[in-house]
């Protein structure tokens, strides 16, 4: 008895603590357009299971098609911090009258919403930080395998 209790106590907090499932159907893609110079170009997205995509088109190591699944940790660390950053309350643009700089595109869907934001100068913290931390993972090395070229 005292166990079962035990046990149910435990299942009760893990649910409580919202240890969030996140599917196929919940995605993050970071565009990243040119800019005259040699910035990165590539499409990197990502769904809630972990699998993830990268076209890299120029000024990048991986050209052509990559893929690769990350860890259910790393994923749901990845959603997770989008949610935490209350990714659906930024500004749907970014920028100013500057010239010659790169584009980021970024798209966050999740529970049958989708929000994309363009970042072209003068984003938020928060919002470079996700974008930062997406770019991290597209641009590594680690564990990709190249399906095509371009």
């Known amino acids: 008895m005292k166990n079962s209790l035990l046990l149910l106590a435990l299942a ?12 196929a159907t919940s995605s993050i893609t970071m565009k990243k357009d040119p800019c005259f110079g040699f910035c990165p170009v590539y499409v990197f ?7 993830a995509s990268f076209s890299g088109e120029r000024n990048v190591d991986k050209e052509g098609n990559w893929i690769r699944t990350l860890s259910s940790e790393e994923t749901s660390a990845l959603f997770q911090a989008f949610e ?15 010239t010659d700089l790169p584009t980021t595109w970024i798209t966050f869907s999740h529970q049958g919403q989708t929000k994309t934001i363009k970042d072209y100068y003068g984003a938020p913290e928060p919002l470079k930080n996700l974008e930062k931390m997406v770019e991290d993972i597209a641009e590594s090395g680690d564990g990709w395998k190249q399906i095509s070229t371009q």
């Open 45 to 51: 997205t990502i769904d809630g299971t972990g699998s």
């Open 12 to 23: 009760f907090l893990m649910v409580a603590c919202g240890s969030k499932k996140y599917d």
């Open 84 to 98: 935490s950053a209350k990714f659906w309350n930024f500004e749907e643009e970014y920028t100013d009258s500057m």
